[in-house]
C-alpha cells in the first residue's frame, strides 16, 4: 500500500479581504515506502502548501478539499483533535533552517523525549534510551552525550540531523522534508543527501523533499512532481524526468541549467 | 569583464584578525590573506561555516579588530573602528548585511531611510523635491515601484527588503560593496533574483562587489573571481570558471564534487570526510591536511603559501606548477 496518496487536491486560503485564493488545485501524488518523491518548482507555486495540507497545518480557515489518504487514513474533513494525534506520530516534517525549528533552550534530550513520552506513552529512561538510538542512526557521533547538549552548541548540520532523529522518533510512515539542505553548507549538505538515502533502504519510509535545488533531486529522488502556479505540470520517474522532460516548464527550468554549464565549459578557450 | 590594468579600488594585504575566546584560546579567524577587487569586478568568497570569510567582510567595513596587515581603500587605510564616527573618506564602502529586517528601520518608512542616506551623502543640502526624486530613482534601480518609499520595511519580503537594502548603499554613491551572505536568509527562490540585480547594479555602475556566500551555485553564476577561503586562510584564487571547471586545491574540488549535478544520473554528490577543526587548535602545516584525500606525511609540517600554479592561485604542496618549473616564473601582477 501507498504510504501516501493525494487526490485531486485543492487549497483555499482565506486573502486580505476574506475571499478564498486558491492556492493549489488538481494536485495528485504517491510516495512508497522505501522511495523518494521530489516536489520541483519555483516559490509561490504551491509545494510548501500542498506538503501544509498533508501535515495539517495550514492558516486558520483555509479549505481542503479532494483526498490524502495517509496509510489508508483520510485526513481531509478530519478534526483538528484528531490531526494532532497523528501529526509528528504517522507522518513528520522537516524545515529549512533548522536552528528555528528546535528550542533554544531545552536540551536535545529533553525535545526528543517530550514527543516520545507523549506520543508513545515511554517512560523518562526508555525515552532518552530510544532517543540516543536516534541520534545514532540519523549518523551523530557520542548520541549518549548529545542528549544533554543545547542546539547553540552544535553547527548547523548537525542540528539539520537532530531535526530529523525528532522526526523519525514516533517511527512515522511519511517524512516531509522542506528545503532541507538550502541553510547548509554544499560538503553538510552531501552528507544529509546521504542520510536520506540511507534512511530510505535501513527502515523503508516515505520521504517526500521539497526543494528548489534540481541537482539536490537528481541525487536522491525516485520519482517526482514539478510544480507550476499550484498545478502539478509533470510527473514521472526522477530519470526520465531530466533526461526526456514532456512538459515545456520542466524543459524550460531544465535548459536554463545547461545553458550556465555550456558558457562555463567555453570560457578556457576564450582566455 | 574588466579590464586587468584598472588599480584596484580595494586592497586587503596580509590581513590578520584574532580574537580571544572566552577560553582564552586565541583564534586567527583571518589568517594572512589579501584580496583585491577592482571597478565594476565581482569577487566570490567561499568556505564552509567558521572559514572567517565574514570576518574578512567585517574587517574591510572596519567593524572587526585589524589585529595586523592592512585594508586600503583607494590607499585610505581603514582602521578598526571604536567609538569615533565612521571617517567620511569610506562613505564609497558600503556594507549589504545577512539580515535585512535588522539592517533597515522598522519605524521609519523606506522612503525617508533612503533620503537620510541621500542627505548624508550630498555636501549641500539638498532640496526636499530633488531627494524624493532620488528616492525614487534609487528605488527604480532596485526593481521596485517608487510608491514603495511611503511603507515600512515589515510590509515587504525578504527579498524586497535586501532590495531597498541595496538601494540606501547606493544613496551613498559606492564605489565599493560588501555583501556578506546576503541572499542567505531568503526563500529559495528569490535568491537567484536578488542575487542577478547586486550583479547588474554593480556592473552597471562600476562598484566593486566583495559577495561572500556559502553558496556556491550563485557564486559561481555572479563572480568574475573567487577565493577559496578555509580556517582563514584564502587556498584558492582565480578567476571563477578556471576555478570551477580545473580545481587544483583538493579542498576546492571537495567543495565542487560536493555539488549535486541536476542530469537525472541519480548519483549522491561525494562527501568529504570529518569536521572542520577548532580554528583555535589548526592543524600543522596544511591546516586542510586531515581531511585532504592528497594529503602526504610533508603535508603536516610544510605551510604551503598561495602560489600562481597553472590558472589560478594555489596554497598546496601537493599541486605541481609554479615551483617546480626548471625556467623561472613569469611574475605576473595581481
Known amino acids: 500500500m501507498s504510504a501516501l496518496v493525494v487526490e485531486d487536491l485543492q487549497v483555499q486560503i482565506p486573502g486580505p479581504d476574506r475571499e478564498p485564493i486558491t492556492i493549489v488545485s488538481e494536485i495528485g501524488m504517491r510516495v512508497e515506502p522505501g522511495r523518494i518523491l521530489g516536489i520541483a518548482g519555483e516559490s509561490g507555486s504551491g509545494k510548501t502548501i500542498s506538503s501544509l495540507a498533508v501535515m495539517g497545518l495550514l492558516p486558520r480557515g483555509s479549505r481542503v478539499t479532494g483526498s490524502i489518504l495517509l496509510g489508508g487514513t483520510e485526513l481531509v474533513g478530519m478534526r483538528e483533535s484528531q490531526l494532532r494525534g497523528l501529526r509528528g506520530r504517522r507522518v513528520a516534517m ?43 542512526r540519523v549518523r551523530l557521533p557520542n548520541p549518549q552525550k548529545l542528549v544533554d547538549v543545547y542546539p547553540h552548541q552544535l553547527s548547523g548540520g548537525m542540528r539539520q540531523r537532530v531535526a530529523i532523529a525528532i522526526a523519525l522518533a514516533c517511527d512515522p510512515q511519511v517524512l516531509i522534508a522542506d528545503e532541507p ?24 519510509i516515505a520521504t517526500v523533499v521539497i526543494t528548489h535545488d534540481l541537482g539536490v533531486l537528481s541525487s536522491i529522488a525516485d520519482d517526482m512532481v514539478v510544480f507550476q502556479s499550484g498545478r502539478i505540470v509533470e510527473s514521472g520517474p526522477s530519470g526520465e524526468l531530466f533526461t526526456a522532460p514532456k512538459h515545456p516548464y520542466t524543459r524550460t527550468m531544465l535548459a536554463a541549467l545547461s545553458t550556465v554549464t555550456r558558457d562555463e565549459q567555453s570560457t578556457p578557450e576564450r582566455r | 569583464m574588466t579590464t586587468p590594468d584598472t588599480a584596484p579600488v580595494l586592497t586587503v594585504q596580509d590581513l590578520v584578525v584574532a580574537f580571544k575566546r572566552p577560553d582564552h584560546a586565541v583564534v586567527r579567524a583571518v589568517d594572512g590573506i589579501s584580496l583585491d577587487l577592482r571597478p565594476g569586478e565581482i569577487l566570490g568568497v567561499v568556505g564552509e561555516s567558521g572559514c572567517g570569510k565574514s570576518t574578512v567582510a567585517r574587517a574591510v567595513m572596519g567593524l572587526a579588530p585589524i589585529t595586523s596587515g592592512s585594508v586600503e581603500f ?92 541595496l538601494a540606501r548603499a547606493l544613496a551613498s554613491r559606492p564605489e565599493v560593496i560588501v555583501a556578506d551572505e546576503p541572499i542567505s536568509a531568503l526563500d529559495a527562490s528569490s535568491q537567484a533574483y536578488v542575487a542577478e540585480l547586486f550583479m547588474d547594479v554593480c556592473r552597471d555602475a562600476s562598484i566593486g562587489l566583495l559577495f561572500i556566500s556559502h553558496d556556491l551555485g550563485i557564486v559561481r553564476a555572479i563572480s568574475d573571481r573567487v577565493a577559496v577561503m578555509y580556517l582563514g586562510k584564502v587556498v584558492e584564487q582565480g578567476r571563477t570558471a578556471d576555478v570551477w571547471n580545473d580545481p587544483q586545491h583538493p579542498y576546492t574540488r571537495a567543495l565542487v564534487d560536493a555539488i549535486p549535478v541536476a542530469d537525472g544520473a ?69
Open chain 1, 94 to 136: 522537516v524545515f529549512q533552517d533548522p536552528l528555528s525549528s528546535l528550542h533554544p533552550m531545552l536540551t536535545i534530550g529533553a525535545q526528543m523525549t517530550d514527543h516520545m513520552r507523549r506520543h508513545l506513552g515511554l517512560n523518562r529512561s526508555d525515552a532518552t534510551r530510544k532517543a540516543a538510538d536516534l541520534l545514532g
Open chain 1, 181 to 204: 539542505t538550502t541553510a547548509l553548507d554544499v560538503t553538510v549538505q552531501a552528507g544529509i543527501l546521504e542520510l536520506f538515502d540511507q534512511l530510505r533502504s535501513e527502515i523503508g
Open chain 2, 74 to 165: 583607494r590607499g585610505t587605510p581603514v582602521r578598526t573602528l571604536g567609538r569615533r564616527s565612521r571617517p567620511a573618506g569610506l562613505r564609497p564602502v558600503q556594507m549589504i548585511f545577512q539580515d535585512s529586517a535588522a539592517a533597515l528601520n522598522p519605524r521609519r518608512t523606506v522612503g525617508a531611510q533612503l533620503a537620510e542616506a541621500v542627505r548624508a551623502r550630498a555636501d549641500e543640502p539638498v532640496a526636499a523635491r530633488e531627494r524624493e526624486r532620488e528616492v525614487a530613482g534609487l528605488l527604480d534601480r532596485v526593481g521596485l515601484p517608487s510608491t514603495a518609499a511611503g511603507r515600512y520595511s515589515h510590509e515587504f519580503s525578504g527579498g524586497q527588503r535586501q532590495r531597498i537594502a
Open chain 2, 266 to 334: 541519480h548519483i549522491l554528490p561525494r562527501t568529504l570526510a570529518g569536521e572542520v577543526p577548532d580554528p583555535a587548535a589548526v592543524p600543522s602545516g596544511c591546516p586542510f591536511h586531515p581531511r585532504c584525500p592528497r594529503a602526504i606525511d610533508d603535508c603536516a609540517v610544510i605551510r604551503p603559501v598561495l602560489e600562481l600554479k597553472r590558472h589560478t592561485e594555489v596554497a598546496c604542496i601537493r599541486v605541481p606548477g609554479g615551483v617546480e618549473l626548471s625556467s623561472p616564473p613569469v611574475v605576473r601582477a595581481h
